[in-house]
């Protein structure tokens, strides 16, 4: 139990709804060491970690999954990102002059802000959705954001508390895509899971979990699939985006601190160039103007 993070898939025989649960332990911690948080904060932050693994395994692409929030309320950003070897990565920002408050919702926590999915394929287009703030919550803003997008109902529930970070997902499938003759199942479905307590869903094991709540159901659990803190920082990355800078100000900085640094927020790398890694670059800005 201590050290488990993973997503499994679970079906209902004989019915139309499928579900997914998610469960992460160190990869979570991972994500929150970084920073001084807010207790409310990081877990905030580890119900928007549960929520993209959700994501990620619902959403088919080759590539990578991001969901951030930008506000001017206590919460200023949040992003969290899962790639397709289920790499995950997140990071926040937040208002520190004030008390991060405990009990509001999303909407009031961003205030004139919103809340992007960014799909981002390995090959192809670059596809952005805003997710309504719409209620309190993240998960409810998320089962708008599936019934808008994909018009299936759908149920999140999260919950993260500074060690674990957890998800549970339940989605109604169209009709002809499973044999249905079990008209209840949905309704019955979604209330048992509406009974679970917060330190269930972060506590108990996937099997154990879905054992307690559908035990008297045909429930089909596919292998678990293991998820892990990941980084996709790297040098040549790095360097892209200090290129984007332009020439003048690389220049400036050079000459006053004789290395640029960047650091990467998400896990700490540490990267350093020096005037010869920028030669090429400013050698053909040189020539260009
Ligand atoms: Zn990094």
Redesign the pocket.
């Known amino acids: 139990m201590n050290n488990i993070n993973e997503i499994q898939r679970f079906s209902f025989d004989h019915t139309n709804v499928r579900g997914e649960r998610v469960l992460l332990n160190d990869a979570y911690q991972n994500i929150i060491s970084r920073k001084e948080y807010p207790e409310a904060l990081e877990r905030l932050l580890g119900e928007f970690v549960a929520a993209i693994a959700l994501l990620r395994d619902i959403v088919k692409i080759d590539g990578v999954l991001s969901l951030q929030c930008k506000g001017e309320g206590p919460l200023k950003a949040l992003m969290t990102e899962c790639d397709e070897h289920k790499n995950l990565r997140g990071i926040a920002q937040w208002d520190d002059t004030q008390a991060f408050p405990e009990q509001v919702s999303l909407k009031e926590l961003l205030a004139n802000g919103y809340l992007v999915i960014t799909i981002a394929p390995r090959n192809g287009r670059r596809y952005q959705g805003i997710v309504e703030l719409v209620g309190d919550t993240l998960a409810e803003c998320l089962e708008q954001y599936f019934y808008q997008s994909e018009q299936l109902p759908s149920r999140v529930w999260l919950a993260a508390n500074g060690s674990q970070a957890a998800g549970l997902f339940l989605q109604r499938l169209p009709a002809e895509q499973a044999q249905t003759g079990d008209e209840d199942a949905w309704d019955r479905f979604v209330h048992l899971a509406s009974t679970v307590k917060d330190e269930e869903l972060l506590g108990l094991a996937t099997e154990e979990l879905l054992h307690r709540l559908y035990h008297e159901e045909e429930l089909r659990l596919y292998d678990a699939k293991p998820m892990q803190f990941g980084?996709s920082?790297s040098r040549e990355r790095t360097l892209d985006a200090i290129v984007s800078m332009g020439a003048e100000e690389i220049r400036h900085i050079l000459s006053e601190q004789g290395v640029i640094q960047a650091d990467?927020q998400?896990?700490a790398?540490k990267y350093r160039f020096h005037k010869e890694d920028l030669d090429d670059f400013l050698g053909d800005q040189a020539q260009t103007h």
């Open positions: 980084c920082c990467c998400f896990c790398e």
